[in-house]
Every structure is written in C-alpha cells, then in structure tokens.
C-alpha cells in the first residue's frame, strides 16, 4: 500500500515528461492484467452511459452476497471490472487522503488499497465530499479522479503506473461546491472535465503514459456533468461528448478536434444518455439529437419539457427513456418522438442515477431505501424494497446479474 506519507507522494504536470516516462510500467505488466468481460460496469452509468446492463440483474434483495466496510466517504459509484469491484473515498479532517479500494468480486475481500495525499483543494458542500467522481476502466487499467483534480491511474493489481496533479497547470480550476464530473476512456484516451467559474477545461490524456494528447476551452461556469462516448455500430468510439451550460460539443477522441456541436444549453447536473447513436440531453426538458454528417450541428429528433430530470439523470431500457423528475415521479416515455407512456412516484429525493437490467430498474434514494421497479407496457410497479438505513448519494453499478450499491460507510453486493 502507498502510504499517506507527503515525502513520497507521486504527481506529475503535463509538463514533466521525464518523470511521466519514470512512472510507467512496462506494457508486458499492463498485458498481464487484461480481462475483456463483456459483463464488466466500466464506469459511470454503465459501459454506454445509459445506465442498462448487458445482463439480467436481482430481482430482489434477499440475496445479499456480501458486505464491505468502506475507510471514507464517496459518492462514487463502483467499477466492475475483471473480477474486480472498485471505488474511491476520501477521509481524513480535510478530505486530503485520497482512497482507492478493490474488492474481490466473488468474496467481498479487501483484495488491495491505495492512497494518495490530495494536492489540490478538499473544499466541498457539506452534502458531498472530495471523491464526487466515479472511477473508470479500459480493461486492464483503472482511472480515479477527485475533487481535488488529482487523477491516478493504476493497474488491475493495484500498481500506480501515473498519476496527475491537475491543479499545478490549472490553479484556479475549482469551486467551493466541489468537483464530482467522471471520466471516461475513448480510443486509449481518458477525457477528464475539469470546469468552474474560473477556469474551465476538458482534457484527453493518453491512458497509456498519462500525458496530455489534447486540451479544449469550456465554458467558464461550474459543471457537474459527465462526458460520453459516442460510438458506431462496431463500438469504435467516433466522438465524445461533452455536455455543459450552452449545449453539447462533440469532439474527437484522438485529437480534441470540433466535430459539431448543440449550443441551445444544457444542465449542468444530469448528464446525457445514449443510445443507437442518439444522444439524449437534459435541455429545455429532454432533447433527442442525432448527429448529421458532414455538419456542424446535430439533428433535433424532438423535444419536451415535460421529461425534465430531478438530480438523477436518464436512463435508456429499450424503446423507452426514463427519468426521475424533482417531484421524485419516474417517467416512461418513447425514444422516438418522446411521448409519455406512464407516471409512477416514488419516494424522493434522488441524488443517485436509476440503473436498469432487463425490464427491472434500480433507484435508490437519499434516505438509503433501495428500490426494483419492473417496467411494464403501460405501467410501472415496484416489486422489491429494502431500506439500508443510511445517506445513499451513490449510482449503483450491475455486473454479472448482481447490483452493487454504497454510501459513505459501506458496499453492499446483490446477487441474482
């Protein structure tokens, strides 16, 4: 384990390629470490950033498979990948030691630890906390990023290969609120968005030596959304989206380059889904955009300000998009021309993102009451209820039919 000891504390600027080169671990260790499943949770709301998993999930919670105790607080929600359950926390009386945690996926065991000195400002509202931002997963490396724009990158085997102090190029890139925006991985590029009222950023950093590839301007306004991955019909990512207060912008992952972009605004909290090459995004409502080619702005399939989401954002299961709206209503509505289907309330607030497996979704709200909701043709119904008794903040993840769920304390696993 690193220690949280200050004289061996690692970090490297985009500027320091010779220390960069000194972290990195010989690609014969990162190969070993290579698990492709398609059953993996990735990272934020899933591997497509709709919030479905490719298998069925719980149907109750009876089964529950184990419990971990957690060393610090977290809002982000766990990775599964390879075997491997993993997630961040922060603790300490400042927030400055920087967890990440990896679970055996099978027994709940501690399989390994690391932590890091926070380098950057542990400020947040009292309601959040320093580690806001979900990991996220290529396959053979995971990628922790905090509040504090500190970003690690390490093996699968817990090995740091890099790790970034954002802050020391981008000083002024914080709120008193706090960061909580997850990164996601495009084409070997890990796209991180770092945005508030002083300076706003997004960056591609090759995943590989955790260098800068590429960095774009962002609206200079504080952002919690998370950036998505377009991808074709091959899964080759062809875009990665990145939503903010005027819109969206696509960019391309290699280079950072423009490719079009939605300048009609957007939240600035829940983030967008995707689905057959459409993106869905919270603005005026709820927005279908499908990108056009050869042109700089996408199609607006349709529009309704009747689909607006609370906190949570959108989840996509079929034909249908779902979100919980501020009155803590589930909405089923058509993917095609955004009609409502049906209306269920649910116990609120919200704050955690609904996932979804088969025609089961999964909502947990701020009280800690988890909740299964099978999603019928003409209604919703809850059919499952088990109140955890404490904050739940946190998305769940769903791999391998089984739902994982975690506050500041805990991390429970459901299995089928």
Not at 174 to 197: C, K, W
Not at 400 to 405: D, I
Request: aromatic fraction near 6%; glycine fraction near 10%.
């Amino acid at each position: 384990m690193l220690k949280p000891d200050r004289r061996s504390s690692l970090a490297i600027s985009g500027r320091d390629l010779s220390l960069a080169a000194r972290c990195s671990v010989p690609a014969v260790a990162v190969c070993a470490a290579l698990f492709l499943t398609g059953a993996d949770w990735r990272q934020f709301r899933g591997n497509e950033s709709n919030g479905q998993a490719a298998d069925a999930g719980p149907t109750s919670f009876d089964k529950l498979a184990w419990k971990a105790e957690l060393p610090g607080r977290g809002l982000s929600a766990p990775v599964v990948v390879g075997g491997r359950v993993v997630l961040t926390a922060s603790s300490g009386h400042q927030q400055d030691r920087l967890h990440v945690l990896c679970f055996d996926d099978d027994t709940g065991n501690l399989a390994w630890e690391r932590q890091f000195w926070a380098t950057g400002r542990t400020q947040t509202h009292p309601k959040i906390c320093v580690a806001s931002s979900s990991p996220a997963s290529d396959g053979r490396r995971v990628f922790a990023q905090f509040s504090t724009n500190d970003v690690a990158c390490l093996d699968l085997d817990g090995n740091l290969l890099w790790f970034r102090t954002l802050g020391y190029d981008h000083p002024n890139a914080n709120n008193s609120l706090g960061m909580a925006s997850s990164p996601v991985v495009a084409d070997g590029t890990l796209v991180v968005q770092v945005e508030s009222d002083a300076e706003a950023f997004a960056l591609g950093i090759d995943a590989e030596s955790g260098l800068d590839r590429w960095r774009v301007d962002r609206p200079q306004r504080s952002n919690w959304t998370s950036p998505t991955v377009l991808r074709d019909e091959g899964g080759r990512a062809t875009a990665v989206l990145l939503q903010s207060s005027r819109g969206v912008q696509a960019v391309e992952p290699q280079s950072g380059k423009e490719l079009w972009a939605y300048r009609e605004g957007a939240s600035t909290v829940e983030s967008s889904a995707l689905k057959d090459g459409v993106t869905y995004v919270p603005s005026h409502g709820l927005t279908a955009l499908r990108p056009v080619e050869s042109s700089d702005a996408p199609e607006m399939l349709w529009r309704s300000n009747r689909l607006g989401p609370g906190t949570a954002s959108p989840v996509i299961v079929g034909d249908r998009v779902y979100v919980i709206n501020s009155a803590g209503v589930l909405i089923a509505a058509s993917l095609t021309d955004g009609e409502i289907a049906w209306r269920l309330r649910i116990e609120g607030p919200h704050t955690s993102s609904p996932v979804a497996a088969g025609e089961l979704l999964y909502a947990v709200n701020e009280e800690g009451t988890a909740r299964i909701i099978r999603l019928g043709r003409e209604n919703g119904e809850v059919v499952a209820e088990s109140v955890l008794g404490e904050t739940i903040l946190a998305t769940p993840a769903l791999a391998s039919g089984a739902l994982y769920v975690r506050s500041d304390g805990r991390l429970w696993k459901y299995a089928r």
